[in-house]
């Protein structure tokens, strides 16, 4: 009998045991699954774009912490790259002359899923165009400097572009870290395969990417006081913000 008490008592001591086992798996569980994981939120299966890094954003520095913004922003650890960085000219260059339409020549790698434009060098919508009457229907955004921005080149970029934002005020410059900011959240629309059309709701397109901070104009021609659908003026809502692009 009291072998029979001994058996049930290590019985029941077991099933105890087990039971707290079980509620702990099942407690850890649901808080893993509730947990924020930043890199889940802040990292959806990234495509890779290609960046053009030109006029005003050249600097090698610049070009630097740009990527390094982008690694940390994403989460990514070692040499995986999630951009292909090309810097103007030095990227484009054919012995002494430079050559724009090397930029086609890159985009015809099959890992590039979308071209990011800051600043727009002299005819670089020549090549994107001559990729695009190929069938590259990749999404191109355009960055831009008023003071370095022909108006000769605005029509050709606003063509090939999905959307162009570009500084409202010459005499201020977007801070590096607001451009880091776009271009992180350029790269997660590239990899959601949202579509931009040159439409009316084009518009709100751009200022959900770009966030609550910034305040959109339409771009109206000079000569022709026509309003593009796809070329933006962009002004901060902080008026505390400052700093240069070097």
């Known amino acids: 009998m009291a072998k029979k008490i001994t058996v049930l008592v290590l019985l029941l001591f077991f099933a105890v045991i087990l039971l707290s086992c079980t ?3 099942t407690s850890e569980s649901s808080a893993a699954s509730t947990a924020p994981n930043t890199a889940t939120e802040n990292s959806p299966v990234l495509k890779k774009a290609a960046v053009l890094y030109g006029y005003g954003f050249n600097s090698p520095e610049f070009v630097a912490d740009s990527q390094e913004y982008l ?11 999630i951009i292909k960085p090309l810097v103007y ?14 930029l086609a020549d890159y985009l015809e790698d099959p890992e590039i899923e979308g071209l990011i434009l800051l600043g727009a060098p002299e005819d670089a919508q020549r090549p994107i165009a001559t990729m695009q009457d190929k069938g ?26 999905s959307f162009v ?3 409202s005020d010459v005499h201020k410059t977007i801070p590096a870290q607001d451009i880091f900011d776009i271009q992180a959240e350029a790269l997660k629309w590239i990899s959601s ?12 397109q751009v200022e959900q990417l770009l966030g609550s901070n910034w305040k959109l104009t339409y771009y109206t021609d000079i000569d022709t006081g026509i309003r593009s659908l796809n ?12 700093g240069t692009i070097e």
């Open 231 to 242: 070329h933006f003026f962009i002004e901060s809502y902080v008026p505390a913000r400052v």
């Open 193 to 204: 395969d949202v579509k931009f059309k040159k439409d009316n709701e084009l518009k709100a």
């Open 136 to 161: 590259w229907d990749k999404p191109v955004f355009s960055i831009v400097v008023t003071s370095d921005f022909e108006e000769d080149n605005a029509l050709g970029i606003e063509y090939v572009s």
């Open 71 to 81: 690694k940390k922003f994403f989460n990514i650890e070692g040499s995986k790259e």
């Open 89 to 102: 000219p030095d990227d484009f260059m054919s012995g002494k002359r430079i050559r724009i339409s090397r």
């Open 23 to 25: 509620k702990k798996e």
């Open 165 to 167: 934002i570009e500084q």
